[in-house]
């Protein structure tokens, strides 16, 4: 415990000498048509893949699978435990609205740069769709959408500092810590995975998709009321509207997967 506090000193010290919370979202700002190419870029690249791959032999990439899928869960977790302290302080302070409506971890240490650092992990996590082509495995609707519409959430997001990006982005790190360990253990192929895990995976990420929905609403009943919560009325209803969707299309899946038939073994 002395050493994870004497380590989360280091990188406090750390982000408040070389974090700039303006610099960086000025930045995203002006390579904002560039983040925008890579979206169009990557959308086309999928369908191309697809059509590319149809008469070849699937890659196995198992080992490089293994590594990716270990590293984003790492990353996932340590920016989970950077996160939650900001919010954690807020709610024992009793100022828990403040983890949706208060901006302030835009210029926080842990809630700023992890909130830069997260916008940036979108345009890696793309590399997921990349294996799922290259593998020829099925490639969904709500694979490549969730993808390309979650980085630009994310990156408008950080451009215009909204307060719930933080709560979106925690909900995020959290599932994906769940989701992609699990998916570190199933590209080894040395142990099967019970099919309830698959299940309590697509919960949370429903539960993910409530919470979402939830944490918009609340930010929309400030606003309306003059109460006051930091983000634009634009991203709320973008919020709303990819949450909402979310939730239709992780219900469809849910419903597919494991109730119209029977789960498939991992």
Request: glycine content about 6%.
């Amino acid at each position: 415990m002395a050493f994870l506090l004497q380590f989360d000193g280091y990188l406090n010290d750390m982000e408040e000498r070389f974090y700039d919370a303006g610099a960086a979202r000025s930045w995203a700002r002006d390579v904002t048509p560039y983040a925008l190419c890579i979206v169009v870029a990557y959308l086309s690249l999928v369908f191309l893949g697809v059509r590319w791959m149809k008469d070849r032999p699937p890659f196995s990439l198992r080992r490089t699978l293994v590594l990716w899928n270990v590293g984003l869960a790492w990353f996932s977790m340590f920016g989970t435990w950077r996160v939650v302290q900001f919010a954690a302080r807020r709610t024992v302070q009793g100022r828990w609205i403040d983890v949706i409506c208060d901006k302030e971890s835009f210029e926080a240490h842990e809630g700023g740069l992890w909130s830069f650092i997260f916008a940036l992990s979108k345009f890696v996590e793309f590399g997921d769709t990349a294996f799922i082509v290259l593998r020829k495995k099925k490639l969904t609707l709500l694979h490549w959408y969730h993808h390309a519409s979650v980085l630009l959430y994310c990156w408008f997001g950080f451009i215009d500092a909204a307060a719930t990006g933080k709560l979106f982005g925690l909900l995020n790190l959290i599932v994906h810590s769940m989701m992609y360990t699990y998916y570190s253990i199933t590209a080894t192929g040395m142990w099967r995975i019970p099919s309830y895990v698959n299940i309590i995976i697509t919960s949370t990420q429903l539960l993910q998709m409530a919470l979402g929905i939830v944490a918009t609403s609340i930010a929309y009943y400030r606003r309306v009321n003059n109460i006051g919560c930091d983000v634009s009325y634009t991203l709320i209803y973008a919020a709303f509207a990819m949450y909402a969707s979310y939730l239709v299309l992780f219900i469809n899946f849910f419903y597919k997967t494991y109730i119209s038939k029977k789960p498939k073994t991992s």
